[in-house]
Nanobody, 120 residues
Framework: QVQLVESGGGLVQPGGSLRLSCAAS????????MRWYRQAPGEQRELVAS???????NYAGSVKGRFTISRDNAKNTVYLQMDSLKPEDTATYYC??????????????WGQGTLVTVSS
């Protein structure tokens, strides 16, 4: 079984920075994609950033140029560096991985979420 644990959320002032981490445990044979989603109260969950097995990254237009997704394969961890934060970035952030395990060719896994609040 694969589990994802996020960390790094918290309260930050507008213009500030935070770095989220998402670490995986369990038996993973390969990783197809790592993604960060967010969901604000009363809103639908939206894709913020993704990185695939080849290292290609994609970002939502609202965060492009401010957020950076990266990964550390040795640590089975993906990061989301968030700079120039705005109040509208306030949301619960979830990591989402698409992986292959010993018994599953395709498995989608979600983390529990970490709250980011941008406020003065």
């Amino acid at each position: 079984q694969v589990q994802l644990v996020e960390s790094g959320g918290g309260l930050v002032q507008p213009g500030g920075s935070l770095r989220l981490s998402c670490a995986a445990s369990g038996s993973i044979r390969s990783i197809y994609a790592m993604r960060w989603y967010r969901q604000a109260p009363g809103e639908q969950r939206e894709l913020v950033a993704s990185i695939n097995s080849g290292g290609t990254t994609n970002y939502a237009g609202s965060v492009k140029g401010r957020f950076t997704i990266s990964r550390d394969n040795a640590k089975n961890t993906v990061y989301l560096q968030m700079d120039s934060l705005k109040p509208e970035d306030t949301a619960t952030y979830y990591c989402n991985w698409i992986v292959a395990t010993e018994t599953r060719k395709y498995l989608e896994v979600w983390g529990q979420g970490t709250l980011v609040t941008v406020s003065s």
